[in-house]
């Protein structure tokens, strides 16, 4: 498969494809799975079935980091103005504030990491696929687009599945889903609307999920950050920042009060040496 053709298989509603089409999209076998000399150019296309992320900023910086913001440098060099003075009580109240709220985001980010990590460890397991007709049990890391897994009580979704085959499957999905009971797959109903919500879609299974009874078989049609799981991952890592226009407003007043603060203070230091 052309790396084109591995975007665009990705893009699919899987939900809403037939199994036949789903075999043709993905040049699988249903009862076969993938034939194993597939396997090592699937890999170099498609990479490992992992959550992958940037590297992260040493502790250090990362909590000097906190500090750059307008106010925050107005702050500290407010305070280091009353040190100079020998007004030490405002400028420990000044530098206690800046280091807290420091202390805060940098709380803050730590813990999105740390979700991160959770949700890497959540599709990091061991699967049970058939390849060439032949059951084999390997890391989920190895697994591939088009690759036929099967699924038993006590087994994690190692990467979003297409169900062909359900005998009494139930899986937890409440960490993707937030559903406080197992949901009960079903793949009498060949294909579901394109609009069906992520939680009702009875004939996937996704990844980090976890089957709490019965068993099951289904196609793996999207491995690490392409999975629901991983977009998640990604959606934290971006971090985006939803500013109000009062936020933008105030931001931008420190912004311009910062320069302002300078302005003056170079101008009091040159008519100081005048």
């Not at 298989?9 to 789903?22: G, R, S, V």
């Not at 088009?146 to 499957?169: E, H, N």
């Not at 196609?219 to 392409?226: C, L």
Request: hydrophobic residues 40%; proline residues 4%; glycine residues 6%.
């Amino acid at each position: 498969m052309t790396a084109k053709a591995i975007n665009n298989a990705q893009e699919h509603q899987w939900h809403n494809l037939p199994e036949d089409k789903i075999s043709y999209i993905l040049a699988t076998d249903l009862e076969k799975g993938l034939d194993e000399t597939e396997i090592p150019q699937r890999l170099r296309e498609y990479g490992a079935n992992e959550l992958t992320a940037k590297e992260g900023k040493p502790i250090w910086l990362k909590f000097i980091l906190q500090f750059n913001q307008p106010l925050l440098i107005i702050l500290v060099c407010a305070g280091a103005i009353k040190a100079l003075l020998g007004e030490w009580i405002n400028a420990s109240v000044i530098w206690g504030v800046t280091t807290t709220n420091a202390i805060i985001s940098f709380t803050q980010e730590s813990q999105a990491e740390s979700a991160i990590a959770a949700l890497a460890s959540a599709v990091r397991t061991e699967a049970t696929v058939i390849r060439s007709g032949k059951k084999l049990k390997i890391t989920s890391q190895e697994l591939v687009p088009g690759d036929l897994v099967l699924l038993t009580s006590g087994d994690k979704v190692p990467a979003d599945l297409r169900l062909i085959k359900t005998r009494d499957l139930q899986i937890d999905e409440s960490a993707l889903t937030g559903e406080s009971v197992a949901v009960e797959k079903d793949t009498e109903e060949e294909t579901l609307p394109p609009e069906t919500p992520l939680a009702e879609r009875l004939n996937m299974a996704y990844a980090g999920g976890f089957v709490t009874f019965g068993q099951g078989s289904g196609i793996v049609v999207a491995t690490g950050n392409k999975t629901e799981t991983g977009k998640i991952s990604q959606l934290i890592e971006q971090r985006v920042d939803l500013t109000t226009p009062l936020t933008r407003k105030f931001n931008q007043f420190s912004q311009n009060w910062l320069y302002f603060v300078l302005f003056a203070a170079t101008m009091t230091f040159a008519i100081g040496l005048g």
